[in-house]
């Protein structure tokens, strides 16, 4: 038996004690994020709410997310309380005809078309404000929804992330959708690290450097988006949905991730390749698209992924117990981590076992964008964008 190497032992050891920490993490941060509350019964008329949908060449699921929109609960009790704004933002397929078949039949919602964003702005950003700034004037209490083309709200949704946001006193709730029926592996394989990368760098309680924010549905008082200069203030972001969090928390707002993923699913992570392209997309965009920055957390990902499973085996075959054990722990952490994050995605827990190939998978995905990026060109929905 080969003598053990105290530098490389010391070093697995020291990254098998990181995994653990950040396993640790992952598991209470996930934990903090806030289920939705019920509608409370009030003879006290609710407030206004005004959905804007940006769509760029969804033609092939706009259907259903407006559909969800119009029978929305929220609107039931009366015309006024619900109106919606789709903004077609320079589509090419039937986007716009949807959009208009749906508004012709509820005079609720509108239709605004866009050709292309002025120089400056990102694709996204302006077309959800052009929706905003196309809605009727703001009303005392008002609330704005930004929600994805992509995803289907159940009836309940909105009534019940209001309801969410003015139990806890904040002025900006956000959730993620959930994975549609026969989704593909992006949601086992790469959801749990996604979060967990992005919980990072940003807390479900804005508490953190920055506030977690997820794009595909937010819900924000109009009073405060207003206050904070709207996207206007953000306008060549490609990290929206993290950036308008973190402006509301920065002038004083309080922020929060809640679990809507029982009444929201999206379709925009599927299949695998499409879930691959939007995380790469969202991690180039909230590094600036700096390559370096991509490459370097792509490596140490890898590394972090694999250390624990390698002090394990290391461990074993060198027969240093405490190695073997420390390894064993750090793997496990893993795993528990993964199936936390999974089970909260409603993305299953059975691959938490392989959470170290996941995580490495997913440093992949990162050095995929550091190569991107080094281009110094991306795309997103046939747009091309400039890093």
Known sequence: MAAPNPLLTGLLASAATGVVYRSVRTVAQTGRIVPLSEPPESPVEPPRVTVVVPARNEAAVLDGCLRG???????????????????????????????RAHAAADPRLTVERVDAPPAGWGG??????????????????????????D?????????RLVATAESADADLVSTPGGPPAGHSATWPLLMPSGLQL?????DPNGRGRKA???????????????????????????????????????????????DGLDHLTTSGMDPFQQGW??????????????????????????VASLAAPAAAIAGIRGGRRGLALLGAAGWLAQGAAHARTGRFMRAGRGVAALAPVSGALFGGLLLDGALRARRGVTSWKGRRTSI
């Open 212 to 258: 977690f924010a997820i794009g595909h549905c937010i819900l924000v008082r109009r009073s405060h988006y207003e206050k904070v200069g709207g996207w206007q203030a953000l306008a060549d972001r490609r990290n929206e949905d993290i950036a308008i969090a973190t402006l509301v928390r920065d002038s004083g707002g309080t922020t929060r991730t809640v």
């Open 124 to 149: 996204k950003v302006h077309a959800m404000h052009v929706g905003t700034e196309s809605a009727a004037p703001p009303e005392p209490g008002e609330w704005l929804m930004f929600l994805d083309a």
């Open 151 to 159: 995803t289907v709200p159940a009836p309940e949704l909105v009534s």
């Open 69 to 99: 929109v119009l029978d929305q609960t929220h609107g039931a009790a009366g015309s006024s309380l619900l109106r919606a704004v789709v903004v077609d933002d320079g589509s090419t397929d039937g986007t716009g005809e949807i959009a």
């Open 198 to 202: 992005i919980g990072e760098n940003a």
């Open 277 to 302: 392209s939007s995380f790469r997309k969202s991690f180039v965009a909230g590094t600036g698209g700096s390559a370096p920055v991509l490459a370097a957390l792509g490596v140490g990902q890898v």
